[in-house]
């Protein structure tokens, strides 16, 4: 009996990967073997990289409150120590946006906030 082969469904499997390899440079895009190790390099660095982006997103928005109490006399710890005390419900995502965006609504807040001290 002659070997049975599934080109249906090899055939799906290369265009699937060809296809997440579609913009590569040079043979990237048109080689299955090459693409297939470029695809898997591209998905651990964009898995990486998600998380990477979280953290500098964090980093960013705690510079940006810290540039912004250092005007009323606190440092960011300070400032986020006694917000924490006072039970503040804001995450440091709406405090930043704050001190860039609505200077006056900050003050208010760090106001609130230096009187707990």
């Known amino acids: 009996?002659?070997?049975s082969v599934n080109s249906v469904a090899s055939r799906r499997r290369?265009?699937?990967l060809l296809k997440l390899a579609k913009g590569y440079w040079g043979s990237r895009n048109n080689v299955l073997t090459v693409a297939k190790?470029?695809?898997?390099?591209?998905?651990?660095y964009a898995y990486r990289d998600r998380k990477t982006k979280k953290r500098n997103f964090r980093s960013l928005w705690i510079i940006r409150i810290n540039?912004?109490?250092?005007?009323?006399?606190?440092?960011?710890?300070?400032?986020?120590?006694?917000?924490?005390k006072k039970g503040l419900g804001l995450?440091?995502?709406?405090?930043a946006d704050m001190a860039m965006n609505e200077p006056d609504t900050f003050k208010s807040i760090v106001e609130q906030v230096k009187a707990t001290a």
Do not use: E, T, W
């Open 91 to 95: 995450n440091r995502k709406v405090l």
């Open 14 to 16: 290369r265009k699937k």
């Open 37 to 44: 190790h470029a695809i898997d390099k591209g998905l651990g």
């Open 1 to 3: 009996m002659p070997r």
């Open 67 to 84: 540039a912004g109490v250092r005007d009323f006399g606190m440092s960011y710890s300070q400032f986020i120590g006694l917000a924490n």
